[in-house]
């Protein structure tokens, strides 16, 4: 884990909070190319009404509008939890170069999220993975 990853991670955990202050799944994401951030994103599934509305999804969107390109060459996505099926999809036609992750979905745990991504993506987990865990638990404790 590098300093970088830890420094973008943090900023990915402050969109999760906007997430949590609207009552949302808190899952923020960014993106990052050429080291400058270029989408930040967190869940709306419940605000828009929109299953899809995942703190990727909506980075992707606003990346592609920024790049003016449905391609995500020489780009990272840093998200608070490991991308679901829908948003490996996405990425995998995104073509995103790397997704670091910081908690892991155990509740997909048996899903072999690698095999859905792009060959040439690069992918990492675990960064910042206890304060990414803590925030979710803390949601869905409070939802109990």
Not at 132 to 141: D, G, N, P, R
Request: with cysteine.
């Amino acid at each position: 884990m590098t300093k970088e990853d830890v420094n973008y991670m943090q900023i990915a955990l402050q969109e999760a909070e906007k997430a949590l202050e609207k009552d949302e799944i808190p899952i923020g994401a960014i993106i990052v190319c050429n080291n400058k951030i270029i989408a930040k994103a967190h869940n709306l599934s419940e605000t828009l009404c929109d299953s899809s509305a995942h703190a990727e999804m909506q980075a992707f969107t606003a990346a592609s509008l920024y790049l003016k390109s449905k391609y995500l060459k020489n780009c990272t996505l840093y998200v608070t939890l490991e991308p679901c099926v829908m948003c490996s999809g996405a990425a995998y036609w995104a073509q995103i170069d790397n997704i670091v992750f910081g908690a892991f979905d155990k509740k997909f745990a048996h899903i072999d999220k690698k095999a859905l991504l792009h060959p040439s993506t690069m992918i990492k987990g675990g960064v910042l993975e206890k304060e990414c865990s803590e925030m979710l638990s803390l949601f869905f404790q409070r939802k109990r």
